[in-house]
């Protein structure tokens, strides 16, 4: 259908006629829908049909009701300290309210209503009624939730009153304020109105999508929040959403399903519209819904490739907004804007918060930001609390909504007890730069008000609300200013909630990925009682899995999905570079304390020298645990698609050892050299060095295990407190061995490196290694910055010997 012709009168225009050069005249939200509705729809992006009100309707309207001068008065009193916010803002609405509309624009605002009806084939659509003010969503800007919008508007009259109230909340307390905050002049701005139609998504769902990681700025996942009902309960805030992540890369690849991420919220309420007439119900969620994830994979991965054409078609990050039409099930994109926080950061420049003490844990949600601060708990409850606010105390509240901004500002930190990543507290809580962490559930009954707290997003994805002045340090990073080396430099990761915050560093790839940390991090079950739990003897220990595995028929596929997902995760802020994701090496201990794990592991006299690493993966004892780490590797590689995920077996005692773990693993559909696959052995065993010919023929490349091969070199066990001065990787014994290994691997023919601590605690053990012509060297993220440039001298050294 090819666009209807722009008309005479400016007063209103279809969005099909509509651009990002029309802001001036319909705002930057407007705008945004008029280019999705031209330039988007061929990508194949659904956008509702609908309409603007221009700035001329606006300037239209205050001038024929002659209230300019009456506005311009009441905003120099306001500035003069002779009036307060509320009472002129008050005035200002009233003002408006009181008008009425233009003939000439009640009969445009009609006829496009009309014409909308005729075009969706529907008598009296509902429809959206949005605000959008000629100075939003710029890029220094986002006037997040500044005006106001009226759901499920129904009828001619009805959608006059709305435009009417849309008008008056040019001036809310909220948007007065944050036009003051920016200097922007208040009769300047006009306001445009969206009318777009209503999408049933109070019978299915709707949510947010951002084209980056919101918290760290990663540039290749988008990011997606998803609630049952209207979007504006996860827009606000109000619930805790669903959230998934989709690794944008391999999203054109049509065989890999990338989706890295994907946790289930409580979402504890939905908005749905009223049974008769217009307006909207705020109601409680079912429990079987709360628990139901509220969109299909399928859905997921269309959502993140309609981000990618948003993203490309603006060449920038962009916020959106999507909505699921229940009655059809339809996914449309309903907003489009700017994301303003995270595109505005150096791509070089972070500060690296650590804590250097620790407090009792009173919180846990989402982490927003990277940062620590601390200060006196103010627990405010109720928005007509806001003036007990004390400045530089950390806000703990419920939700926050746009009249909350002026004390956000003002806090040290952010604790709400809803919403997610996406909400209002988050937005602008990135927007300020203050650290927040949102959806804590209890955090207002938990926390007193007055108490001395801690706000720690310094972990990752889960932030912390600690007891008292924890102490911490900062330190200030720019990665432009690292040196280069011939040494490949990766970086060792654990958890996969925190990978995203370190794609900065310029690494050669993911050195080590433990999977027993994604285990104990993500799943917590012991793999062998997800396969056999009529042999779980705890009732205790029963109940808690089966609340982790809830949702799924099969309990196996839990630790299968979660664990892919976590090795996707901690592959993908260097793809393609590989990520060595090291096989499970718990001992018996620490697989016993995993719930389940008591009835599966027997009691070691010394679990650091027993049955671990590859003696277990072919052992009857645990060959149906490794079978599901090998089917979650094969599907991080061949479903998600990160063929650079690298397998590395530990703790390998014999060559005879070797050859059954590849057969276990061949077994089970990763055989060394199909799809790419290359298997790597860690060299930590003084066995490994002195065969080390032998374990060649069998590996792709070796990764030196500092720790235990000190270990087992020395004869000092490295848990021993008595021990501790003597255990040294510096040691000549230790250092006698690793020059060994490395000129066996590389007489063989196969890369070797080192993913031990040894090179991120010891600089002078970095240099040792560079000497020694070690081909890379994996460290740990915090201590990357300061140890680059100690193996870039020690290159120059050498090269100058």
């Given at each position: 259908?090819?666009?209807?012709?722009?008309?005479?009168?400016?007063?209103?225009?279809?969005?099909?006629?509509?651009?990002?050069?029309?802001?001036?005249?319909?705002?930057?939200?407007?705008?945004?829908?008029?280019?999705?509705?031209?330039?988007?729809?061929?990508?194949?992006?659904?956008?509702?049909?609908?309409?603007?009100?221009?700035?001329?309707?606006?300037?239209?309207?205050?001038?024929?009701?002659?209230?300019?001068?009456?506005?311009?008065?009441?905003?120099?009193?306001?500035?003069?300290?002779?009036?307060?916010?509320?009472?002129?803002?008050?005035?200002?609405?009233?003002?408006?309210?009181?008008?009425?509309?233009?003939?000439?624009?009640?009969?445009?605002?009609?006829?496009?209503?009309?014409?909308?009806?005729?075009?969706?084939?529907?008598?009296?659509?509902?429809?959206?009624?949005?605000?959008?003010?000629?100075?939003?969503?710029?890029?220094e800007?986002?006037?997040?939730?500044q005006?106001?919008?009226?759901?499920?508007?129904?009828?001619?009259?009805?959608?006059?009153?709305?435009?009417?109230?849309?008008?008056?909340?040019?001036?809310?307390?909220?948007?007065i304020?944050?036009?003051?905050?920016?200097?922007?002049?208040?009769?300047?701005?006009?306001?445009?109105?969206?009318?777009?139609r209503?999408?049933?998504?109070?019978?299915?769902?709707?949510?947010?999508?951002?084209?980056?990681?919101?918290?760290?700025?990663?540039?290749?996942?988008?990011?997606?929040?998803?609630?049952?009902?209207l979007?504006?309960?996860?827009?606000?805030?109000?619930?805790?959403?669903?959230?998934?992540?989709?690794?944008?890369?391999?999203l054109?690849?049509?065989?890999?399903?990338?989706?890295?991420?994907?946790?289930?919220?409580?979402?504890?309420?939905?908005?749905?519209?009223?049974?008769?007439?217009?307006?909207?119900?705020?109601?409680?969620?079912?429990?079987?819904?709360?628990?139901?994830?509220?969109?299909?994979?399928?859905?997921?991965?269309?959502?993140?490739?309609?981000?990618?054409?948003?993203?490309?078609?603006?060449?920038?990050?962009?916020?959106?907004?999507?909505?699921k039409?229940?009655?059809?099930?339809?996914?449309?994109?309903?907003?489009?804007?700017?994301?303003?926080?995270?595109?505005?950061?150096?791509?070089?420049?972070?500060?690296?918060?650590?804590?250097?003490?620790?407090?009792?844990?009173?919180?846990?949600?989402?982490a927003?930001?990277e940062?620590?601060?601390?200060?006196?708990?103010?627990?405010?409850?109720?928005?007509?609390?806001?003036?007990?606010?004390?400045?530089?105390?950390?806000l703990?509240?419920?939700?926050?909504?746009?009249?909350?901004?002026?004390?956000?500002k003002r806090?040290?930190?952010?604790?709400?007890?809803?919403?997610?990543?996406?909400?209002?507290?988050?937005?602008?809580?990135?927007?300020?730069?203050?650290?927040?962490?949102?959806?804590?559930?209890?955090?207002?009954?938990?926390?007193?008000?007055?108490?001395?707290?801690?706000?720690?997003?310094a972990?990752?994805?889960?932030?912390?609300?600690?007891?008292?002045?924890?102490?911490?340090?900062v330190?200030?990073?720019?990665?432009?200013?690292?040196?280069?080396?011939?040494?490949?430099?990766?970086?060792?990761?654990?958890?996969?909630?925190?990978?995203?915050?370190?794609w900065?560093?310029?690494?050669?790839?993911?050195?080590?990925?433990?999977?027993?940390?994604?285990?104990?991090?993500?799943?917590?079950?012991?793999?062998?009682?997800?396969?056999?739990?009529?042999?779980?003897?705890?009732?205790a220990?029963?109940?808690?899995?089966?609340?982790?595995?809830?949702?799924?028929?099969?309990?196996?596929?839990?630790?299968?999905?979660?664990?892919?997902?976590?090795?996707?995760?901690?592959?993908?802020p260097?793809?393609?570079?590989?990520?060595?994701?090291?096989?499970?090496?718990?001992?018996?201990?620490?697989?016993?304390?995993?719930?389940?794990?008591?009835n599966?592991?027997?009691?070691?006299?010394?679990?650091?020298?027993?049955?671990?690493?590859?003696?277990?993966?072919?052992?009857?004892?645990?060959?149906?645990?490794?079978?599901?780490?090998?089917?979650?590797?094969?599907?991080?590689?061949?479903?998600?698609?990160?063929?650079?995920?690298?397998?590395?077996v530990?703790?390998?005692?014999?060559?005879a050892?070797?050859?059954?773990?590849?057969?276990?693993?061949?077994?089970?559909?990763?055989?060394?050299?199909?799809?790419?696959?290359?298997?790597?052995?860690m060299c930590?065993?003084?066995?490994?060095?002195?065969?080390?010919?032998?374990?060649?023929a069998?590996?792709?490349?070796?990764?030196?295990?500092?720790?235990?091969?000190?270990?087992?070199?020395?004869?000092?066990?490295?848990?021993?407190?008595?021990l501790?001065?003597?255990?040294?990787?510096?040691?000549?014994?230790?250092?006698?061995?690793i020059?060994?290994?490395?000129?066996?691997?590389?007489?063989?023919?196969?890369?070797?490196?080192?993913?031990?601590?040894?090179?991120?605690?010891?600089?002078?053990?970095?240099?040792?290694?560079?000497?020694?012509?070690?081909?890379?060297?994996?460290?740990?993220?915090?201590s990357?910055?300061?140890?680059?440039?100690?193996?870039?001298?020690?290159?120059?050294?050498r090269?100058?010997?």
């Open positions: 259908m090819s666009a209807p012709a722009r008309p005479e009168t400016e007063l209103v225009l279809p969005f099909d006629v509509v651009g990002i050069e029309d802001v001036p005249r319909v705002g930057g939200k407007n705008a945004s829908l008029g280019e999705l509705t031209q330039h988007l729809r061929a990508a194949g992006v659904a956008v509702p049909e609908g309409f603007a009100t221009t700035a001329d309707a606006y300037r239209l309207f205050i001038g024929e009701n002659s209230i300019r001068d009456s506005m311009a008065a009441l905003v120099d009193a306001y500035r003069s300290g002779q009036t307060g916010l509320r009472d002129t803002g008050a005035a200002l609405r009233e003002l408006i309210l009181s008008g009425t509309f233009p003939e000439t624009l009640t009969t445009a605002i009609t006829a496009a209503y009309r014409d909308l009806a005729t075009r969706v084939g529907r008598d009296r659509p509902a429809v959206a009624v949005r605000s959008s003010a000629t100075a939003e969503d710029l890029p800007a986002s006037f997040a939730g005006q106001e919008t009226y759901l499920n508007v129904t009828g001619e009259r009805e959608l006059l009153d709305a435009c009417r109230r849309c008008y008056a909340s040019l001036f809310t307390d909220r948007a304020m944050y036009r003051e905050l920016r200097g922007i002049d208040h009769l300047d701005v006009a306001l445009s109105i969206g009318v777009q209503m999408v049933r998504s109070d019978l299915a769902g709707s949510g947010v999508i951002f084209s980056l990681d919101t918290e760290s700025g990663f540039p290749r996942v988008v990011e997606i929040s998803a609630a049952w009902g979007g504006e309960t996860v827009v606000q805030g109000s619930v805790n959403p669903d959230r998934y992540e989709v690794f944008s890369p391999l054109s690849d049509a065989t890999a399903r990338p989706i890295i991420g994907k946790a289930v919220g409580e979402k504890e309420r939905k908005l749905v519209f009223a049974r008769s007439g217009s307006g909207t119900l705020l109601l409680d969620t079912p429990g079987a819904e709360q628990e139901r994830f509220v969109l299909e994979d399928d859905e997921v991965l269309t959502l993140a490739r309609w981000a990618l054409a948003v993203q490309e078609h603006y060449g920038r990050p962009m916020d959106m907004e999507w909505a039409d229940g009655q059809t099930g339809e996914l449309f994109m309903v907003q489009a804007r700017p994301e303003t926080v995270q595109a505005q950061r150096s791509s070089s420049a972070f500060s690296i918060h650590r804590l250097t003490g620790s407090g009792p844990v009173l919180a846990r949600g989402a927003i930001g940062a620590i601060a601390s200060g006196e708990a103010c627990v405010i409850a109720d928005a007509s609390d806001i003036g007990s606010f004390r400045d530089g105390a950390v703990v509240t419920t939700m926050t909504d746009p009249d909350w901004v002026p004390i956000m806090a040290a930190g952010i604790v709400t007890d809803h919403g997610g990543p996406t909400s209002h507290a988050a937005i602008v809580s990135r927007e300020l730069g203050v650290p927040a962490v949102v959806g804590t559930v209890h955090g207002t009954t938990a926390i007193a008000d007055g108490e001395p707290i801690t706000v720690s997003c972990q990752g994805a889960e932030g912390l609300v600690l007891g008292g002045l924890v102490p911490f340090e330190e200030e990073a720019d990665v432009g200013e690292l040196p280069e080396t011939r040494t490949r430099i990766m970086v060792n990761l654990a958890d996969p909630s925190a990978a995203f915050r370190w900065r560093l310029p690494a050669a790839g993911v050195g080590l990925a433990r999977m027993e940390f994604i285990i104990s991090n993500l799943i917590r079950v012991h793999p062998m009682a997800l396969v056999h739990p009529e042999r779980l003897a705890d009732a220990d029963a109940r808690a899995i089966a609340e982790l595995t809830r949702g799924y028929a099969d309990p196996t596929e839990y630790f299968v999905d979660r664990l892919a997902t976590g090795i996707a995760k901690i592959a993908s260097y793809y393609p570079a590989p990520a060595i994701v090291r096989l499970s090496d718990f001992k018996t201990n620490e697989y016993a304390s995993l719930l389940g794990g008591a599966f592991e027997e009691a070691e006299e010394n679990p650091m020298l027993g049955f671990r690493g590859a003696s277990r993966y072919h052992d009857e004892r645990y060959r149906e645990g490794f079978a599901l780490e090998c089917r979650a590797l094969k599907k991080a590689r061949e479903e998600l698609g990160f063929a650079n995920v690298v397998v590395m530990p703790f390998c005692r014999t060559p050892e070797a050859d059954a773990v590849l057969a276990a693993m061949a077994e089970h559909g990763l055989a060394r050299g199909e799809n790419g696959l290359k298997v790597y052995m930590e065993i003084p066995s490994n060095v002195v065969l080390a010919e032998k374990f060649a069998r590996f792709d490349g070796f990764s030196i295990g500092s720790n235990d091969l000190t270990q087992l070199v020395l004869g000092v066990d490295r848990d021993s407190a008595m501790a001065a003597l255990f040294d990787e510096r040691d000549e014994a230790v250092t006698t061995v020059s060994e290994a490395i000129s066996k691997a590389h007489a063989a023919g196969i890369p070797i490196g080192i993913c031990g601590q040894g090179p991120s605690n010891h600089p002078d053990f970095a240099e040792f290694l560079v000497g020694e012509g070690i081909d890379s060297i994996s460290l740990n993220p915090d990357f910055l300061r140890t680059v440039p100690i193996i870039a001298a020690a290159e120059a050294r090269d100058s010997e």
